[in-house]
């Protein structure tokens, strides 16, 4: 890969990966909204099952359009890790200033209501886990706001080096389809 090729592909890897890093946020604002309104909270899980599918979209686009449709695997590979890899660091600046300076507790009163209650005392003590469940609240209100945006950084990162292989053997072309 030459120096402009290079270029080129961290130049559609950042782009996309701001267009992915819209779409893990708005994952994560219907994640948060969806604690109390469960049509969100699907949503959630639907936009970031959606992932894989985007980043191959987005992959083909570069494919046909900025490489006249022909891409290696280890081209396709390198431009998939670069936009999870931009995306990542977006999102976890979000949820770093959401934990920060909009949070204040929401999450981990929300997950504390959700045990509490009647029905979750019932499920969590049929499971032997109460004194479990209380040490994972007691953990969760110590965490603090970088810690979660790096957690999340690190997994997105992995999950684009697992993703990135499958990804990049379908979107690869080594002809040009007419």
């Known amino acids: 890969?030459?120096?402009p090729e290079y270029m080129q592909l961290?130049?559609?890897a950042r782009q996309d990966g701001f267009f992915l890093a819209l779409l893990w946020t708005a994952s994560f604002a219907c994640y948060?909204?969806?604690i109390s309104n469960q049509m969100l909270g699907m949503l959630a899980i639907g936009l970031a099952v959606m992932t894989p599918f985007f980043v191959?979209?987005?992959l083909r686009k570069f494919r046909d359009e900025g490489r006249e449709g022909l891409i290696s695997f280890g081209r396709s590979y390198a431009?998939?890790?670069f936009v999870f890899f931009y995306g990542a660091v977006l999102l976890a600046v979000v949820q770093f200033l959401y934990f920060a300076y909009v949070d204040n507790g929401y999450l981990l009163g929300a997950f504390s209501r959700m045990i509490t209650?009647?029905?979750g005392k019932e499920i969590i003590s049929q499971y032997g886990m109460t004194q479990m469940m209380e040490d994972s609240l007691a953990e969760?209100?110590?965490i603090r706001p970088i810690d979660y945006a790096l957690n999340i950084l690190t997994v997105n990162i992995i999950i684009g080096f697992i993703l990135g292989v499958p990804i990049g053997l379908v979107?690869?072309?080594?002809?040009v389809k007419r």
């Open 171 to 175: 979107m690869q072309r080594s002809e």
């Open 10 to 12: 961290k130049a559609y």
């Open 140 to 142: 969760m209100a110590q």
């Open 56 to 58: 191959a979209g987005r």
């Open 117 to 119: 209650s009647e029905e």
């Open 79 to 81: 431009y998939t890790i």
């Open 1 to 3: 890969m030459t120096a």
């Open 32 to 34: 948060i909204l969806g």
